[in-house]
């Protein structure tokens, strides 16, 4: 039986880690938990995890922002599934949660963007979650 769990500790973003690799490769473990500290610090980031049996097999990062376009809003920042573990609802089941924790929260828009070459995570937010594509993500490296 999946359950879901706030992730608040050191050793629980560590634990996430992993999985979480999988979606930001570029990430060491020391950069993955620095970030995380910062992000939680001081933009209200949080972690999530879905465990089936003891073993966390998907991850969401999400955080509050405010807008003039969307006001006060929810931005999804990650969701990763872990590979051996797709197509079993668990991604679904994580994007519910934020849902109902936005909606617990006072917010009425979620928000998030997905790499141009993820084409089955566009079809999973469209399709089967109902997330219309509004925009496209600009980004330049200074």
Same mark, same amino acid.
């Given at each position: $039986? ?32 620095? &970030?995380?500290?910062?992000? #939680? #610090? ?5 972690? #999530? ?13 999400? $955080?509050? $922002? &405010?807008? /003039? ?32 924790? #936005? ?8 928000? &998030?963007?997905?790499? /141009? ?11 089967? $979650? ?13």
């Amino acid at each position: $039986m999946s359950s879901i769990r706030d992730l608040s500790t050191e050793a629980d973003w560590l634990e996430a880690y992993p999985v979480m690799k999988q979606l930001r490769n570029h990430l060491t473990p020391e950069r993955f938990l620095e &970030l995380v500290k910062e992000a #939680a #610090a001081t933009e209200g980031y949080r972690l #999530a995890a879905l465990y089936e049996e003891g073993k966390i097999v998907a991850i969401t990062g999400f $955080m509050p $922002m &405010l807008t /003039l376009y969307n006001g006060r809003f929810i931005w999804v920042c990650d969701l990763v599934t872990d590979s051996n573990e797709r197509s079993k609802g668990y991604g679904e089941k994580l994007l519910s949660y934020v849902e109902k924790w #936005a909606k617990d929260h006072g917010y009425d828009i979620i928000s &998030l963007s997905s790499g /141009l070459q993820r084409q089955d995570a566009h079809r999973f937010y469209e399709d089967k $979650m109902e997330y219309e594509k509004k925009s496209f993500v600009f980004l330049k490296e200074l």
